[in-house]
T-cell receptor, first 112, second 113 residues
Framework: GESVGLHLPTLSVQEGDNSIINCAYS??????FIWYKQESGKGPQFIID?????DKRQGQRVTVLLNKTVKHLSLQIAATQPGDSAVYFC???????????FGKGTMLLVSP | DAGVIQSPRHEVTEMGQEVTLRCKPI?????LFWYRQTMMRGLELLIY????????DSGMPEDRFSAKMPNASFSTLKIQPSEPRDSAVYFC???????????FGNGTRLTVT
């Protein structure tokens, strides 16, 4: 069979639904956590970040939740739109952004 | 703001040839990063510079890879000689030093045959 590495986890939602994308991180010493969105043929685009001294941060239509106890990060997108279809990456960083480490990504597919 | 500019957008070359990828960071940003993206390994940091000085090149796969930043507005990543396993999308990113998110270019898709 094909390697797991060839397939991204995929979340399929209907337009207007709320989406939740999850991420488990590995380094309990990480100071910053960041979500990026990557559309086909483009580079990752910054969405929102959160520091380790916070557990929730809200932006426009997006909310990031951080649970340091279980080393879990989630991105919630309200009223998901077709334009939100992309691959979403979580990233963790220690001592600033110089040591940014990316997760494998989740593909979000939004159908009209 | 034009963002991070990378060239070329696509590069197809034969094994053994030299490849040079170019990056122009956002004006005023003093940190520059080179990443490689593949389906198998995801986004991997190759090297980063602060104020034109290489800080950490531990992600550079082997001696065939080299990166330079001769001034604050230009960086190159060179592969010599190139091999088929170097095929990937190479991203350049820049940021202001400190707690500032990375801004990525749109990458160079490299295919080595």
């Amino acid at each position: 069979g094909e390697s797991v590495g060839l397939h991204l986890p995929t979340l399929s939602v209907q337009e207007g639904d709320n989406s939740i994308i999850n991420c488990a991180y590995s380094n309990s010493a990480s100071d910053y956590f960041i979500w990026y969105k990557q559309e086909s043929g483009k580079g990752p685009q910054f969405i929102i970040d959160i520091r380790s001294n916070m557990d929730k941060r809200q932006g426009q239509r997006v909310t990031v939740l951080l649970n340091k106890t279980v080393k879990h990060l989630s991105l919630q997108i309200a009223a998901t739109q077709p334009g939100d279809s992309a691959v979403y990456f979580c990233a963790e960083a220690n001592s600033g952004y110089s040591t940014l480490t990316f997760g494998k990504g989740t593909m979000l597919l939004v159908s009209p | 703001d034009a963002g991070v500019i990378q060239s070329p957008r696509h590069e197809v070359t034969e094994m053994g040839q030299e490849v040079t990828l170019r990056c122009k960071p956002i004006s005023g940003h003093n940190s520059l990063f080179w990443y490689r993206q593949t389906m198998m390994r995801g986004l991997e940091l190759l090297i980063y510079f602060n104020n034109n000085v290489p800080i950490d090149d531990s992600g550079m796969p082997e001696d065939r890879f080299s990166a330079k930043m001769p001034n604050a507005s230009f960086s190159t990543l060179k592969i010599q000689p190139s091999e088929p396993r170097d095929s990937a999308v190479y991203f350049c990113a820049s940021s202001q030093q400190g707690d500032s998110p990375l801004h990525f270019g749109n990458g160079t898709r490299l295919t080595v045959t």
